[in-house]
């Protein structure tokens, strides 16, 4: 039998075991020697752990974690079912992970058992501790895609106080997201928590929320009680100002506030709008051809100035050439070029006095459409593909930061375009516009594109130059916004965007 028709075969038989579960795990004794070996050697088959294979395309380059994170928690899901059924709980601090929507994969995973404790080594230094404590294994859990957690109130009570410290945004989303203080009340003298009691009562009292913290302090002496309320955190002032529906959502304006004040006393002072508008829009257009080579290459295109050009002039012709119509690239560069010019004309807006948040919210979905329109009209995807947000999972190259899930998308965006719309700093708009929108990942592609628009078109609304993202520069640019991502540290990404600034500057001269 041909090879090519036994990897299919075997193929079908493994991703119906996949499909199975639904996930691209699949366990040794699953398969048949033949089936495993075969798709090991044409690496169709990952080893996660002894056992366990990670079912994924051979395509996928040696050393790129981005099939591994994007696996992750399906691989534990499946992992503990197969071992422990339902009798097992993540620890407090991952199980409040799963509740807040943590979007960073994290180091160490914490499992309680009954029994059959073990540490586990997983892909990209990530690892699995399972240990025995069946006195302190939960009898009531809640479950979060597939995987057994601690209900909130318990996980709120149970997580230590340098929690508190450490990871102050993820429990301020997480008292917040309680939807009656009797649920936290309930878990405290059930579990007898009163100095996490203490530690609760004094987050509230420290967000402003009196009436809950002075509800469960009442009902807690009630019970006989006694509470002496400490606020458990080390900053001056609470991260979020009010309730949220969506975890993702509270987290989206969290991470706005965080960061605005640190961008501002670094960024260059604002300028204002040009005076001059039409000379900005011929500086804009005379860096074109360079900003459409560096960020398409960013991206992963092979582009040329002469593809650039053919397109910039109108001489790409799919209907004539059928070179132009199959390359992906040349798709890829029309695309840019008519986005560009739509972007454009969101810029003429903004530079004429228009808002430039509410710009961004008209115009996005048409820079989109714009940037994806040469496929559409190639037969590649339809239009309907384009509309709307993402209705997938996406997960980013070599990043510990996966995107919130596609039901997050639409409250995350509506909190990210009130945060552009009220923001007040051009730079503020334009290093958050960037990276919120790619924290986000609305769309299953072009996101990085948009947000260099993003980050143009807000410069642009403060008098700063038009300013090009160097591919030569990719690796700090990536580098820079995982920083941003997993240390919570903007001023690398702000210092990069302020030397390209200078370099772009420096072009037009």
């Given at each position: 039998?041909?090879?090519?028709i ?11 075991i996949?499909?199975?579960r ?12 033949a ?7 044409t ?31 399906d ?26 929507g ?11 058992v ?20 069946a006195?302190n ?8 895609n ?7 109130p ?36 059930r ?19 009196k ?8 009902d807690l ?8 309320a ?22 989206i ?59 910039q ?20 560069a ?61 997960f ?6 996966a ?28 290093i ?25 078109t ?12 160097q ?39």
């Amino acid at each position: 039998m041909d090879t090519h028709i036994k990897i299919a075969d075997a193929l079908t038989r493994v991703k119906a075991i996949a499909d199975a579960r639904g996930a691209h795990i699949v366990k040794f004794s699953e398969i048949s020697r033949a089936d495993r070996e075969l798709l090991i050697r044409t690496q169709w088959l990952h080893e996660i752990i002894k056992g366990w294979y990670l079912f994924t395309r051979p395509d996928v380059a040696t050393g790129d974690s981005a099939a591994w994170y994007a696996n992750f928690w399906d691989f534990l899901r499946v992992y503990l079912n197969d071992r422990f059924g339902k009798d097992y709980c993540l620890s407090a601090e991952s199980s409040l992970e799963l509740h807040v929507g943590e979007t960073v994969v994290p180091a160490q995973v914490v499992v309680i058992v009954k029994q059959g404790g073990s540490t586990q080594q997983l892909p990209f230094k990530t690892s699995l501790l399972i240990y025995s404590d069946a006195k302190n294994l939960p009898t009531e859990k809640k479950e979060i895609n597939g995987l057994q957690v601690m209900p909130l109130p318990f996980a709120l009570c149970k997580v230590t106080p340098t929690y508190y410290q450490k990871c102050s945004e993820n429990v301020e989303i997480a008292l917040r997201s309680v939807r009656t203080p009797s649920e936290l009340t309930n878990a405290i003298l059930r579990g007898e928590f009163k100095s996490a009691a203490e530690r609760i009562i004094g987050s509230y009292e420290f967000f402003g929320l009196k009436k809950e913290a002075l509800e469960i302090k009442n009902d807690l002496i009630h019970a006989g009680m006694l509470i002496n309320a400490s606020n458990p955190f080390l900053q001056n002032k609470p991260h979020l100002s009010k309730q949220f529906q969506s975890p993702y959502a509270a987290r989206i304006e969290l991470l706005w506030k965080k960061y605005r004040e640190t961008i501002m006393d670094i960024f260059p002072k604002e300028i204002g709008l040009p005076k001059n508008s039409k000379k900005y829009l011929a500086q804009v257009n005379a860096l074109y051809e360079y900003d459409a080579y560096n960020s398409l290459s960013i991206e992963g295109y092979q582009v040329s100035a002469d593809l650039i050009q053919r397109v910039q002039k109108n001489s790409w012709n799919p209907n004539l050439h059928e070179e132009d119509y199959n390359q992906r690239n040349a798709l890829a560069a029309r695309g840019y070029f008519e986005a560009f010019r739509s972007v454009k004309k969101s810029l003429t807006k903004i530079l004429s006095g228009k808002s430039p948040g509410a710009c961004v919210k008209k115009d996005l979905s048409v820079w989109y459409q714009n940037l994806f329109a040469p496929c559409v009209r190639a037969g590649i995807i339809s239009h309907a593909d384009l509309l709307g947000y993402r209705n997938n999972r996406v997960f980013i190259r070599n990043s510990l930061h996966a995107p919130p899930p596609k039901e997050a998308v639409l409250d995350s965006m509506d909190v990210f375009f009130q945060c552009i719309a009220t923001e007040k700093s051009a730079c503020v708009r334009a290093i958050l516009g960037h990276y919120i929108f790619v924290f986000i990942h609305p769309y299953m592609d072009g996101n990085g594109r948009i947000a260099r628009f993003i980050l143009n078109t807000m410069l642009a609304s403060g008098g700063y130059p038009w300013s090009v993202v160097q591919v030569a520069r990719r690796k700090e640019y990536i580098d820079a916004l995982e920083t941003v991502h997993t240390k919570s540290d903007i001023k690398p990404f702000v210092h990069f965007i302020i030397d390209e600034m200078k370099i772009s500057k420096k072009l037009l001269k």
